[in-house]
């Protein structure tokens, strides 16, 4: 596979104090690899667009889709696992556009896919090599919370089932068995719903250790809301495996 073969898309929503920390590794990143990126910025209150707008401009192998209303990061991941597949892309990678996720590490986490044919590949903080700087302890105590739970509902071992920092073949997409366009997965149903269908239907999977680092000085990195999204990100586990979705 060829590199230019690569969409990496990134997700942001109100990211205005660490978008200009991002991009400037992904400008970086641009310069060497022959990655084209797409933002979709889910109509950010703050400067976000802006600052996207402009990065836009001045480099050729990106674009920008701009929600006219808040959809949700599901919506936002539909949105460019489609482009992928409109604009025949054979691997998308999915990042957080907070500056947690580091682009330097794009080519190590597609390595997999383009090496040994990996159908899907999951970032863990938590394997030899990976890293999480400044990760809160309650945060943290929270992912692996969930990451057992996933573990009880499928019965695969994985050590940072919630890190959203993915790559895929977007083949994937073709298979029946797995439909993102259903309207309960426009937020944080959908990653744990892809996740869910990937193992169970025994494509090949796995982790690789990268890095999640929270950097100093950034007040609120989360935009997750306590009970309405612990279900949102809980309740495909439970919905898949009564079978009361599909």
């Known amino acids: 596979m060829q590199k230019n073969n690569i969409l990496v898309g990134v997700v942001v929503y109100n990211e205005d104090e660490k978008l200009p920390i991002l991009l400037k590794k992904i400008h970086k990143v641009m310069q060497t690899k022959k990655f084209y ?3 979709v910025n889910d109509n950010s209150t703050d400067k976000s667009a802006q ?7 001045s480099h050729v192998s990106c674009s920008l889709i701009n929600h006219k209303k808040n959809s949700g990061v599901g919506k936002s991941i539909k949105n460019i696992i489609t482009f992928g597949l409109k604009n025949n892309f054979l691997i998308c990678v999915i990042m957080a ?21 990996y159908d ?10 990976g890293s999480f700087d400044n990760l809160p302890i309650l945060r943290k105590l929270m992912i692996k919370g969930f990451t057992f739970i996933f573990y009880f509902f499928t019965g695969y071992a994985q050590t940072d089932t919630s890190n959203g920092f993915r790559a895929y073949k977007l083949d994937i997409f ?24 990937v193992i169970t239907l025994s494509y090949k999977i796995c982790e690789i250790p990268v890095s999640k680092n929270y950097l100093h000085g950034i007040k609120k990195y989360s935009k997750i809301k306590p009970v309405i999204d612990w279900w949102r990100i809980l309740s495909p586990l439970i919905y898949l495996k009564l079978k009361l979705k599909n």
Do not use: A, C, M
């Not at 600052?51 to 401009?57: A, D, R």
């Not at 080519?107 to 044919?117: A, E, L, M, Y």
């Open 97 to 117: 556009g907070n500056g947690k996720d580091d682009p330097l590490e794009i080519s190590k986490i597609i390595t997999p896919i383009t090496s040994k044919n």
């Open 51 to 57: 600052i996207l707008k402009k990065f836009i401009e």
């Open 37 to 39: 990126f797409l933002f």
């Open 120 to 129: 899907y590949v999951q970032g863990s903080r938590f394997l030899h090599g």
């Open 174 to 197: 073709k298979d029946k068995e797995i439909n993102i366009n259903q309207n309960w997965l426009n937020r944080y149903e959908l990653e744990t719903y892809l996740h869910y269908k």
